[in-house]
Every structure is written in C-alpha cells, then in structure tokens.
C-alpha cells in the first residue's frame, strides 16, 4: 500500500512558478513509477510528467517540456514537480500517482494504482 499527499498548489500569475510536492507512506515508495496528473473543468484527466524508480527517468507531457521538472528523493518518500513559466491553460487540480508495480507507462493513467487527494493550481492571466 501507499498512500500519497499533496502540497504546494495555490494561486500564481501567467509567467509564475509553483512547486509541487507529494510525500508517500509505505515501503515500496522506492520501486515504484511516480506521476503527475492534472485535471481541468469539464476535462479528462490527462498526463503531466512521470518519474521512473530505477534511475529516475523523467518523462514529460509535450504541453509542459521545457517549463516543468519532476524529481524524486527516495530517501524522503518525496517526488516533486517544479513548474515554470505557467500559462492560464495549466489551471487544475494536480494529483500525484504512483505505479506499485514499477514496470508500467508511466503516461498511461491505468498504470498508477494509488493516488492523492489533488492540489489546485490556477494560474491568471
């Protein structure tokens, strides 16, 4: 089991910066395929960025190459996601997932078998 919580969404202007956090409990944190998931009004849920558990691999969405980072830190159970130059477009709720398995796509959302709880992040023009 993990479980996983949030932190670090809130309110920035066009060209701001936020950082996300998501902090996991449960001992198969470092084997496990970390991602970041946003969900806009009256939209899917779609693919931010992901993070492999063996050499940390970051992927990334086309919408957000070049602006977001994602790390990890397993000695801390932490992944983050580090977002520049926001846009009013990446307004939504951002929820941290984790593949427990370790071998799936991490762009896939029915690869992750635990999520958080969400963070809003609204960006204005």
């Known amino acids: 089991q993990v479980q996983l919580v949030e932190s670090g969404g809130g309110l920035v202007q066009a060209g701001g910066s936020l950082r996300l956090s998501c902090v996991a409990s449960?001992?198969?944190?470092?084997?496990?395929?970390m991602g970041w998931f946003r969900q806009a009004p009256g939209k899917e849920r779609e693919f931010v960025a992901g993070?492999?558990?063996?050499?940390?691999?970051?992927f990334y969405a086309d919408s957000v190459k070049g602006r977001f980072t994602i790390s990890r830190d397993n000695a801390k159970n932490t992944v983050v996601l580090q977002m520049n130059n926001l846009k009013p477009e990446d307004t939504a709720v951002y929820y941290c997932?984790?593949?427990?398995?370790?071998?799936?796509?991490?762009?896939?959302?029915?690869?992750?078998?635990?999520w958080g709880q969400g963070t809003q992040v609204t960006v204005s023009s």
């Open positions: 997932a984790a593949d427990g398995s370790g071998t799936k796509i991490l762009s896939y959302l029915a690869s992750y078998d635990y």
């Open positions: 993070i492999t558990w063996k050499r940390s691999i970051p």
């Open positions: 449960g001992r198969t944190f470092s084997t496990s395929g």
